[in-house]
């Protein structure tokens, strides 16, 4: 683990998986601020991320990397459950951005592609849009990462693509090369896209798994992350690789097993019941 973050350069841009607690790399997390405590390096890094990752308590996901001068740019789509994060951005210590979740994840894939970045009407007279605060969260942050442009007579929202560094994700098991499946993990999130993009930056992706594999033991069809696009490989502790922070592991959330309908308690009928509902 202190050999993978040392491969994490100051000032770098890290894409960073997960969904709350789903397919996050919760050892990086832990690793790279221990680091920081004790060295002062990993420092200024810019970090980008979809789903909110954490658990709306200063213990788990980004929340371990919430510290002055280890972060200097956050943007994110979710930040309900990343209070060490808020505080940073509301006290003005860190460049804050919230952009539409699904955008972000779109622009992985744009910056993995060299595509100069996600065009869409998504947050159009928002404050996303830059003729109010272009998902601008404090004063610290000037730079626009949002365009307003206009095409066959349209105005559309042009989220600008830029280098990602560094990719930290996260697998359930790869083989000595670092092909990775997700046998246990709940969800596959952006990880393939994320460590694409870095790759096609020219950075690094480092890859946290709960068992390495022999060569030629894993079935082909089930790797997620070949492990062409892979540099480092950490083996996690079995505290930070809980499948969600529910449960270190529920067969039923990854297709497993399948539960029956009738064991599962009705919700009350309350406003997110009619939510659930209408969705």
Not at 18 to 35: K, M, R, T, Y
Not at 138 to 165: A, C, H, Q
Not at 191 to 201: F, V
């Amino acid at each position: 683990l202190e050999q993978a973050v040392s491969m994490i350069p100051d000032g770098a841009t890290v894409g960073i998986g997960g969904f709350i607690g789903c397919g996050h790399p919760q050892e990086f997390s832990v690793g790279i601020e221990e680091s920081f405590l004790k060295s002062g390096h990993p420092r200024d890094l810019t970090i980008m991320f979809s789903a909110g990752i954490g658990d709306g308590t200063d213990k788990l996901g980004l929340n371990k990397i919430g510290h002055e001068g280890l972060l200097k740019r956050i943007i994110g789509g979710h930040w309900g459950l990343i209070p060490k994060l808020q505080r940073l951005v509301f006290e003005n210590k860190v460049e804050g951005y919230n952009l539409p979740l699904g955008t972000i994840s779109l622009m992985f894939r744009e910056i993995a592609g060299h595509r100069p970045g996600v065009i869409t009407k998504i947050g159009l007279k928002t404050f996303v849009d830059p003729r109010l605060e272009g998902g601008k969260m404090n004063e610290r942050t000037k730079e626009d990462l949002v365009e307003l442009i206009e095409m066959d007579g349209e105005e559309w929202l042009r989220y600008k693509s830029f280098p990602v560094n560094v990719a930290l994700i996260r697998a359930t098991y790869c083989d000595e090369d670092g092909n990775a499946t997700m046998d246990k993990e709940a969800a596959t999130l952006d990880s393939l896209a994320i460590a694409q993009a870095a790759k096609n930056s020219g950075g690094i992706v480092l890859l946290q798994v709960e068992k390495v594999v022999q060569n030629g033991t894993l079935d082909a069809r089930k790797v997620k992350i070949p492990g062409i696009y892979v540099d480092g490989i950490v083996v996690s502790r079995p505290e930070n690789h809980w499948q969600t922070y529910e449960a270190h592991y529920n067969p039923a959330l990854c297709g497993e097993v399948k539960v029956p309908v009738d064991s599962i308690p009705p919700m009350k009928l309350n406003e997110r019941k009619i939510i659930c509902r209408r969705a």
